[in-house]
């Protein structure tokens, strides 16, 4: 009997101790916290969303527009209410964040179009009209793809802000 508690003993002690090894380093994945694409955003429920950027968000019901809500820190306006089933548009005005892998708040029109037409599953429509009111011309872009609509907003050759709509029902 007590030759089985040794051994038991020293299991239990190989187990606890795990052979003398160190415990691994917590790998870059478990410390980092998942960064979401602007298409993951939409389509998300506004539960979700809330889920992962907290409760401390602003609601907007601007006259005229549908409403939105926002965080300080979050570089997206999540377009719709904080109840909603789904939220269907995500947008953005914050330079340097990105529509789409290689696109980007702040590029200017020149590299918005080489990159748009590079992107393989995406089509590219360029601005047809473009307006002048005094304070600079602008007009929309926009680059569609099977699930994903981007309006791209260009004000004096500029990526100003887009909106990514989720495309299916």
């Keep these: ?5 040794l051994i038991l003993a020293a299991l239990l002690t190989l187990l606890l101790v795990g052979c003398g090894k160190e415990p691994a380093p917590p790998t870059h994945e478990d410390i980092t916290p998942k960064v979401y694409t602007v298409e993951e955003l939409a389509g998300l429920s506004a539960a979700e969303i809330i889920a992962i950027y907290g409760e401390d968000y602003t609601v907007v019901v601007p006259e005229g527009d549908p409403p939105y809500f926002y965080y300080e820190d979050v570089p997206y306006h999540f377009i719709g ?13 914050v330079a340097g964040t990105e529509m789409l892998d290689i696109i980007c708040v702040g590029d200017s029109l020149a590299s918005l179009e080489e990159a748009a037409m590079t992107i393989e599953g995406y089509e590219y429509f360029p601005a047809d009209n473009w ?5 600079g011309k602008y007009g929309w872009a926009v680059i569609q793809g099977a699930t994903h609509q981007y309006s791209c907003y ?6 100003t802000s887009f909106e990514c709509r989720l495309m299916t029902e």
């Excluded at 307006?131 to 304070?135: C, F, V």
């Design 1 to 5: 009997m007590k030759r089985i508690f």
């Design 81 to 93: 209410k904080p109840d909603d089933a789904v939220i269907r548009a995500v947008s953005s005005d």
């Design 131 to 135: 307006y002048d009111e005094g304070n």
């Design 154 to 159: 260009i004000k004096d050759e500029v990526l």
